[in-house]
């Protein structure tokens, strides 16, 4: 048995598809612990997962909610700035509290996600190996390949590879803050210092959560490099009480901005607006609240605080959604098309990958209106629509890349080789 050690944002969208691939590696025999700020703690043993605390001085009990909060007020360039803000605390903590707590751990592995670079440094400094994983888009620089930020569209032009240089440029202005914190510990232990997010990458291998056919086209990525397609299980959205009695056999229009940025009820408003009147029955989760879920929307959606998303998703005909990782990749595990309203983050990049493959729309929040969603919503709800196909087509294509049971192949194919 093999105990693998678990580093990752502490926002859901990155512990849910960590917690998936733990699983599997549990159910095997493995032990798995995962390291972060005390606020998780409930979070990491309700997905399954062993906790060890890191910076509880700096962050105790309640200090992490005070910061989701703060972030999903924000948008764009604010969201982003403090994004890197809390990445900063977030990475001190790790650097400082890592060796420690992963040292009496006695780990075989740590499965380091690329957002959070400080854990492959506190790896390398305790020399356990480590995979890095890529539960949001690949952070993996090329030339052709825009910022993982912005939503531009994929061109082997001169124009897009000068204008790539430049997104990069700002992005490493962005996170020259985090790179100090970084290389202030590395020096320390003698590490080479880092110079771009690439040279965080673990050299063994890396995973990601997405087809090959959804990213755009790359030609420098490493051999050791798996797309695997999007991870969950089971229990990824268990426990979630919902009114299926509700549903009245109509198609379903699946609406969900994710749990960061999901306060504005402005956007459900407008959702239920485009779906009124439509042959359709809209379900709206606001992932937040606790209680029973009360708007006044046009239509009469279901509306509810948090949903079975897997449940309605094979159920669903068309997802709108904030262009997530999680949600999209899951809508496309079952072939239902997406509309994408990307709010913030790398939202944006998966939007214009989602737009590429031809299985859903990207409407940005500034063009967004009830009757430019309901277009969308029109043009993905035909079985016949070439939106469905596309969707079907890459269903086929996650469901061959191994999933979350290849994932733990491979981590433990990462201990066998070296311990």
Not at 380 to 408: H, N, Q
Request: hydrophobic residues 40%; glycine residues 8%; positive net charge.
């Amino acid at each position: 048995m093999s105990h693998f050690g678990v580093i990752c944002p502490p926002v859901t969208g990155h512990i849910n598809p960590m917690a998936a691939i733990g699983r599997a590696l549990i159910r095997r025999g493995h032990q798995v612990t995962l390291f972060h700020v005390q606020d998780i703690e409930s979070k990491a043993r309700s997905e399954g997962m062993q906790f060890a605390a890191l910076g509880q001085r700096d962050f105790p009990t309640g200090k992490l909610a005070q910061s989701v909060l703060q972030l999903s007020n924000l948008s764009g360039k604010a969201a982003l700035d403090y994004s890197v803000e809390c990445a900063c605390t977030i990475s001190n903590l790790i650097l400082r509290d890592g060796p420690t707590a992963m040292g009496q751990q006695k780990l075989d592995a740590v499965l380091v996600d690329q957002n959070e670079p400080a854990g492959g440094s506190v790896a390398e400094h305790l020399r356990i190996p480590f995979l890095s994983v890529c539960t949001s888009l690949p952070l993996n620089r090329e030339p052709l390949i825009p910022p993982p930020f912005v939503g531009w569209g994929f061109s082997s032009s001169t124009l897009a590879k000068a204008r790539n240089r430049i997104g990069y440029s700002i992005a490493d202005r962005l996170i020259a803050p985090i790179q100090a914190v970084l290389n202030q510990y590395r020096k320390g232990w003698g590490l080479p210092q880092v110079q771009a997010p690439d040279d965080t990458f673990s050299q063994i291998a890396s995973i990601a959560q997405l087809p090959r056919e959804f990213d755009f086209p790359r030609d420098r990525l490493s051999p050791t490099f798996h797309y695997l397609g999007p991870w969950f299980d089971d229990k990824s959205s268990s426990g979630v009480d919902f009114p299926f009695e509700k549903l009245d056999g109509r198609p379903i229009v699946y609406g969900s901005l994710g749990t960061l940025q999901s306060r504005d009820s402005g956007y459900f408003r407008i959702m239920a607006e485009a779906c009124a009147g439509l042959d359709a029955q809209l379900v709206l989760s606001l992932g937040h609240g606790t209680g029973e879920a009360a708007l006044d929307l046009p239509g009469n959606p279901i509306v509810v605080n948090y949903a079975p998303q897997l449940e309605l998703l094979a159920r669903a005909a068309v997802t709108i959604t904030h262009a997530g990782m999680n949600t999209t990749q899951q809508s496309l595990y079952f072939g239902v098309p997406a509309i994408a309203i990307p709010l913030a983050h790398d939202q944006p990049a998966i939007a214009a990958r989602l737009s590429r493959t031809g299985a859903g729309i990207a409407i940005p929040p500034a063009r967004l209106t009830p009757s430019r969603l309901r277009a969308a919503v029109q043009a993905l709800l035909p079985e016949s629509s070439i939106f469905r196909a596309r969707a079907r087509a890459l269903r086929e294509s996650i469901r061959r890349s191994g999933g979350v049971e290849r994932a733990a192949d491979i981590a433990e194919h990462l201990t066998a080789r070296h311990c």
